[in-house]
């Protein structure tokens, strides 16, 4: 029995391989099935090859495509400028002329079509790019600006040399008078704004009180978040008699020229987010953004093709938020007849040196003041007032200028008057002089709107008279109650189109 078992349990192993025997080699696959994997790895490999050369092709032709069009924006001769070097800084002057040839309809009517005949500068602009530093900046040049016009042996404001002489006379006139190298021209006019508004969808801002302007056509019937769309953008810009509601009363805004300058730099800086982030990665709307180059916008011949779509490679790495939106410092012209405004050299120097890549764009100037706080708050003498009269009453400013000497408050030269008539008194004031800013307004009997002015010089702060203005307190009103610091927050005026109310820090995003 028990050799059968062990014979029986031999044959079941026999024939199994144990771990000393050779292996046997591998089962042969069949000749057809190889042919059918290496079909499929073939049509892998020419699916992939074909995949990669269409990309590759449509990557060319989208580049050839994109090159094309821009090949067809209008170029014009522009004699003067300064020719660019590869990786350093790049001013680009960017001319919104105010030629109503192109308009019709109802945006014509408004404009004056017909009536106004020509072109004229009616924004001035310095766009600068600094490509070491990822900055660009934009400085906004009053076009009331009085300068000797080149090649001319007379002065007038800055916009009549685009009058006499197009931009080679605007070019050479800036070139000379202010001393910025222009490397690049682009103009663009009332239509083609718009069109360029209307194809970025809109621009949205904040408002912080109903705003009108009857000349520019301008209608913002409340307060709040707003979508502007081509018209009323180019109303907005163009607005030179700015209107808020406020308290029921319509009040012109009082910073005039500079006011437009502001509401400019925010517009545009806005639009330009709104085209970054929808054009440059869309095609379709990066095609139709480059249409509206080809029908609306004029550069000058020697920005290429190739220049172009370079600047606009390196101009998408910037964020329109850090944008610096610089101004030039002016003081009210003394012209008999002449509404103008001359330029403060020493104040403007610091800025037209960044313009022109000779120190950082953005960060803070030499000698800035520290902004102060309750414990270092000063006394009426420590507070230099410059007097302004925006009442239209002959003396007003002389007689306040008495009344804060009285008050014990310093009166940095004669008084003056404001170049408009204003609704509501203003403070204008640097950053760093917040604190001074307060201690007027608490002495004022109706009070006073505060207002950020960085070219501010010569006086700590400049009271604007309003029609609202009453006089003084007997005694001033109470400071704030809190003892915390109190930093002068560093608010672009650009950011609103008017003043903020009193107590709003900053306006909410739109």
Not at 362 to 367: H, K, Q, V
Request: aromatic residues 4%.
């Amino acid at each position: 029995m028990g050799v059968t078992v062990l014979a029986d349990r031999t044959s079941e192993t026999e024939g199994r391989p144990t771990s000393s025997d050779p292996p046997r080699p591998a089962a042969k696959v069949p000749r057809p099935v190889l042919i059918k994997q290496r079909q499929r790895r073939r049509r892998f490999l020419i699916g992939f090859t074909f995949f990669t050369a269409v990309c590759v092709f449509l990557t060319g032709t989208a580049y050839v495509y994109v090159q094309y069009r821009v090949g067809q924006i209008e170029r014009v001769r522009v004699p003067g400028l300064v020719e660019d070097a590869e990786g350093q800084v790049m001013n680009v002057l960017l001319v919104g002329s105010d030629s109503r040839d192109r308009l019709e309809g109802a945006a014509a009517a408004q404009a004056g079509k017909g009536q106004v005949s020509g072109g004229r500068s009616d924004t001035i602009m310095v766009l600068h790019i600094d490509p070491r530093q990822q900055q660009a900046g934009i400085l906004s040049v009053p076009r009331d600006l009085w300068v000797p016009i080149a090649g001319t042996d007379f002065s007038d404001k800055i916009n009549a040399s685009f009058a006499l002489g197009g931009a080679p006379q605007l070019i050479s006139t800036i070139q000379q008078s202010l001393g910025i190298s222009i490397n690049h021209y682009v103009q663009v006019d009332f239509v083609g704004f718009q069109d360029i508004v209307d194809t970025v969808g809109g621009v949205d801002l904040y408002t912080p009180t109903p705003a009108r302007d009857f000349t520019s056509g301008l209608d913002i019937p409340r307060a709040g978040c707003v979508r502007l769309d081509g018209g009323q953008g180019l109303a907005f810009v163009r607005s030179r008699n700015y209107e808020v509601l406020t308290g029921g009363t319509w009040q012109t805004d009082p910073r005039g020229d500079l006011g437009r300058i502001k509401r400019q730099q925010e517009f545009i800086r806005r639009m330009m987010k709104k085209a970054l982030s929808s054009g440059l990665t869309n095609p379709v709307q990066l095609n139709r953004l480059i249409g509206i180059g080809v029908k609306d916008v004029k550069i000058d011949s020697a920005l290429s093709s190739k220049d172009i779509t370079t600047l606009a490679r390196r101009f998408s790495n910037v964020n329109p938020d850090s944008v610096a939106l610089l101004t030039l410092p002016t003081a009210p012209a003394d012209i008999p007849g002449v509404s103008a405004e001359k330029l403060l050299v020493a104040e403007s120097q610091p800025i037209l040196d960044r313009i022109n890549g000779k120190a950082p764009l953005t960060g803070a100037d030499p000698g800035a003041a520290t902004p102060v706080t309750p414990s270092t708050a000063p006394g009426p003498a420590a507070v230099a007032v410059r007097v302004l009269n925006g009442m239209g009453v002959p003396g007003a400013a002389a007689k306040a200028a008495t009344s804060l000497q009285g008050a014990g408050f310093t009166i940095a030269g004669a008084p003056g008057d404001a170049g408009s008539r204003a609704v509501r008194t203003t403070i204008r004031h640097p950053a760093a002089q917040l604190a001074a800013a307060q201690l007027l307004e608490r002495h004022l009997q109706a009070g006073a709107d505060l207002q950020e002015d960085a070219t501010l010089t010569g006086a700590d702060v400049a009271l604007v008279l309003g029609t609202d203005y009453a006089g003084l307190r007997a005694s001033p009103a109470p400071g704030p109650a809190t003892t915390a610091p109190v930093t002068a927050t560093t608010v672009d005026a650009g950011l609103t189109p008017a003043p903020l109310p009193p107590g709003t820090a900053a306006p909410p995003p739109c």
